[in-house]
């Protein structure tokens, strides 16, 4: 009687050891009222020709040898670089008509400028919601995972509780070590369970997939305007000026996000339109989010700069 009673509990044990094995379910971000798209604008930015930053660098600084070069560059930017130069060419003129007309070119400059500035805080929101949805999506599946090994170790305890009962009651050797090697192995099997910690997984399309212009660098970004786009891809804004921002923000993924070995598969998930992501994707996900968001929000230095830069020449 015993000895069944043994394998009964035995054979509760092994069902729960089936059930941790079964093969992993992948939630659908659907499932959880989480699309990949509720991040991005309501409306995609729009611009007008005036306001493009011209591509080529080298002529314009050339063409402007009296402008600081960073100035220069930020100005281009932003669209104001005539406008600038207006102001430079009535500097110190106090006459009445010079004066309204200089309050006027101020008044244009101030507007572009604080269009870029909202530009910025646009997009930094955005990149900020990105990595919020990734961070919960990550604690979401840490919460199952966290829940599977508490059962499953709890399991194990209770088995090698029971198994060193059991071979003390049972006074026969053949039962007796039947038992031991039973509930050895069965405990060990739960053991081994707990190490597989990311088996809950989660699909995530990106149907607007803010870290791909980053990684593949096209000319022209479809997500990020003219103005922040040439910022990050221009190198002269970088602190040593030999590779852009976005280059830099790349490396720094590469070697420290991506550990230097970036797959095909890595590159495809989080370059790509999106696919299954186990908890440590999120996560790696939400931290290059934060860094391009980082990157995107110090481009205010360089406004400041160049609204110091227009005071003195008042």
Same mark, same amino acid.
């Given at each position: 009687?015993?000895?069944?009673?043994?394998?009964?509990?035995?054979?509760?044990?092994?069902?729960?050891?089936? /059930?941790?094995?079964? !093969?992993?379910?992948?939630?659908?971000?659907?499932? =959880?009222?989480?699309?990949?798209?509720?991040?991005?604008?309501?409306?995609?930015?729009?611009?007008?020709?005036? !306001?493009?930053?011209?591509?080529?660098?080298?002529?314009?600084?050339?063409?402007?040898?009296?402008?600081?070069?960073?100035?220069?560059?930020?100005?281009?930017?932003?669209?104001?670089?005539?406008?600038?130069?207006?102001?430079?060419?009535?500097?110190?003129?106090?006459?009445?008509?010079?004066?309204?007309?200089?309050?006027?070119?101020?008044?244009?400059?101030?507007?572009?400028?604080?269009?870029?500035?909202?530009?910025?805080?646009?997009?930094?929101?955005?990149?900020?919601?990105?990595?919020?949805?990734?961070?919960?999506?990550?604690? /979401?599946?840490?919460?199952?995972?966290?829940?599977?090994?508490?059962?499953?170790?709890?399991?194990?305890?209770?088995?090698?509780?029971? %198994?060193?009962?059991? %071979?003390?009651?049972?006074?026969?050797?053949?039962?007796?070590?039947?038992?031991?090697?039973?509930?050895?192995? =069965?405990?060990?099997?739960?053991?081994?369970?707990?190490?597989?910690?990311?088996?809950?997984?989660?699909?995530?399309?990106?149907?607007?997939?803010?870290?791909?212009?980053? $990684? /593949?660098?096209?000319?022209?970004?479809?997500?990020? @305007? @003219?103005? %922040? $786009?040439?910022?990050?891809?221009?190198?002269?804004?970088?602190?040593?000026?030999?590779?852009? =921002?976005?280059?830099?923000?790349?490396?720094? $993924?590469?070697?420290?996000?991506?550990?230097?070995?970036?797959?095909?598969?890595?590159?495809?998930?989080?370059?790509?339109?999106?696919?299954?992501?186990?908890?440590?994707?999120?996560? %790696?996900?939400?931290?290059?989010?934060?860094?391009?968001?980082? !990157?995107?929000?110090?481009?205010?230095?360089?406004?400041?700069?160049?609204?110091?830069?227009?005071?003195?020449?008042?």
């Amino acid at each position: 009687m015993k000895i069944r009673r043994i394998l009964l509990l035995f054979a509760s044990l092994i069902l729960v050891l089936l /059930y941790a094995c079964k !093969t992993p379910r992948v939630i659908n971000s659907n499932d =959880l009222t989480i699309t990949g798209s509720y991040c991005a604008p309501a409306d995609a930015f729009s611009s007008s020709q005036d !306001t493009v930053p011209l591509k080529n660098t080298d002529s314009l600084l050339k063409a402007n040898p009296d402008l600081p070069e960073h100035e220069v560059l930020m100005a281009n930017a932003t669209g104001t670089l005539f406008l600038i130069r207006q102001m430079k060419a009535v500097a110190g003129d106090t006459t009445l008509a010079v004066m309204m007309k200089r309050a006027e070119i101020r008044s244009r400059i101030q507007h572009r400028l604080l269009l870029a500035t909202l530009e910025i805080a646009g997009i930094a929101a955005e990149l900020d919601c990105e990595g919020e949805k990734a961070d919960q999506l990550a604690r /979401y599946l840490d919460n199952f995972n966290s829940k599977r090994n508490t059962r499953l170790t709890v399991a194990s305890i209770i088995t090698g509780a029971i %198994t060193t009962i059991a %071979t003390v009651a049972i006074k026969e050797d053949g039962p007796q070590n039947a038992v031991a090697i039973g509930g050895g192995l =069965l405990s060990a099997g739960l053991g081994a369970l707990t190490i597989n910690a990311a088996r809950k997984k989660v699909r995530l399309a990106h149907l607007r997939n803010v870290l791909s212009d980053i $990684w /593949y660098m096209p000319d022209t970004s479809a997500i990020y @305007p @003219p103005f %922040t $786009w040439y910022v990050l891809n221009e190198r002269h804004f970088s602190n040593n000026g030999q590779i852009s =921002l976005a280059a830099h923000v790349k490396k720094r $993924w590469e070697r420290f996000d991506l550990e230097g070995n970036a797959s095909k598969s890595k590159i495809s998930l989080f370059f790509g339109d999106g696919g299954v992501y186990k908890a440590d994707d999120l996560h %790696t996900r939400a931290a290059m989010v934060n860094e391009l968001q980082s !990157t995107i929000r110090s481009v205010n230095q360089d406004l400041q700069r160049l609204l110091h830069y227009l005071v003195s020449i008042e």
